[in-house]
């Protein structure tokens, strides 16, 4: 059970997303997001507040009547409930309602409490609304994408339960909930923020965690097939040079093949004074896809925790507007609905991950290229070479997918596009930017599932099994539990999709 409080860390976020655990709302929370209801409806009493009793937007000029304001928040909620393309993923959508249920807890916003009951009422039975990829420009916040989250908190729209889209309303009479009823402000404070892009982002940096650390293996093992020099991989070496991310990069490559017998030290052979050819057999260094990988990991390492620091103080942050501010007994208008900070750290995210993606297909191309290994058939095809294909229809796939990737790591940041009347003159694009990272994930996914299966491919033609890392050993009997060794040609796309799933799962 996670408690909402003062601070939620990224971890506890994950673990309600990710790992199930069941969010309560403490009494701190509830005080805190009743006074700020209360004081709002006494505060607005006799003042020009924006969204309470004036329009939005721009036609903010225009004053609500009093019995014109309830109806308001429900038209702002229904009208901006707009979006199109692909829903969102369950996880994606459970993440942005607690990405929007922790900010609202914040006592920033002026909701009624109820709202905040619901919110956690659908985490905790796994209710997820309808959301569609597009819609928000990330200015207003996401503006159509919450409003689809908001249209589930009045009993409209679908949402996705037990693995169907149903309607709200007989999926809250199946579980015994009831609508909020709209208050003072509820549909602007609902769909005036960044939770969906950062709810999307929470989701990205899971996975970019995983592929992180499946690259690394991945090059591990790779280091092993071709028994490479340790010293690349030394703390001497990696220390020699101050970014954080390469030493750690190194220290966990050097941790994972610490039990390895393939692994070589250059003492050993070419610094022990016998090697006298004019020509050497051996490489003497390895291609850069094999000995920089510190070097290029490294950054990948660093930009991945700086987004997730970054969406840490997001989703604690109050993305909303106007900041109801009870302790100095005022209202303040201002864009803490902006989007900036999530769409640049998505773009970040989406270009490190492209990179590691470009990575395991050079290490692809290394294994299947003999000319180039000079230790593998081509493609390797442990078949009959002309008559039989190996790896080699896989590689068009793990090489198309990569393409699309550097093409997709073109910044949203800087694409904004003025709408709303020029009122939003500059915009984020967060949202859009979030939801392109996450292809480019699942686009490494696919190409490090490829580079897998001719890994342990690679091993058994060289028959290393028994010689490999322990870390190198457990996943190489993983992923032959799902495609054993073969050497007939076989459709290869189920095998594609379990080994990324197991890498998603794992």
Known sequence: ????????????????????????????????????????????GNKVIYGVNTGFGPMAQYRIKESD???????????????????????????????????????NSGVHPSVIHLMAELINRDITPLIFEHGGVGASGDLVQLSHLALVLIGEGEVFYKGDRRPTQEVFEIEGLKPIQVEIREGLALINGTSVMTGIGVVNVHHANKLLDWSLKCSCAINELVQAYDDHLSAELNEAKRHKGQQEVAARMRKNLSDSTLIRKREDHLYSGENTEEIFKEKVQEYYSIRCVPQILGPVLETINNVASILEDEFNSANDNPIIDVKNKHVYHGGNFHGDYISLE?????????????????????????????????FVNLGTLGFNFGMQ?????????????????????????????????????????????????????????????????????????????????????????????????????????NVKDYLINS
């Open 393 to 497: 229809g896989v590689q068009f796939t793990a090489t198309s997918t990569t393409a699309e990737s550097q093409m997709l790591s073109n910044p949203m940041y800087v694409h904004s596009i003025p709408n709303n009347n020029d009122n939003q003159d500059i915009v984020s694009m967060g949202t859009n930017s979030a939801v392109i990272a996450s292809k480019v994930i699942e686009n490494a996914f696919e190409v490090l599932s490829i580079e897998m299966i001719t890994i342990v491919q690679a091993i058994d033609y060289l028959e290393q099994k028994d010689k490999i890392s322990s870390v190198t050993k457990k996943w190489y009997d993983d992923v032959r539990n799902i495609i054993p060794t073969f050497k007939e040609d076989q459709v290869m796309y189920p095998f594609v999709q």
């Open 1 to 44: 059970m996670n408690t909402i409080n003062e601070y939620l860390s990224l971890g506890e976020f994950e673990s309600i997303i990710f790992g199930n655990n069941k969010v309560e709302i403490s009494d701190l929370v509830l005080n805190r997001v009743n006074e700020s209801f209360n004081f709002l409806k006494e505060f607005s």
């Open 346 to 378: 998505m773009d970040k995210l989406k270009i490190v991950i492209t990179k590691l993606t470009m990575l395991a297909e050079r290490q692809l191309n290394y294994l299947l290229n003999s000319k180039i290994n000079e230790l593998l058939p081509p």
């Open 69 to 107: 304001q309830i109806q308001l928040q429900y038209n702002l909620i229904r009208s901006h409930s707009s979006g199109t393309g692909k829903p969102l993923s369950p996880v994606c959508a459970k993440a942005a309602i607690l990405a929007r249920l922790n900010t609202l807890s914040l006592g």
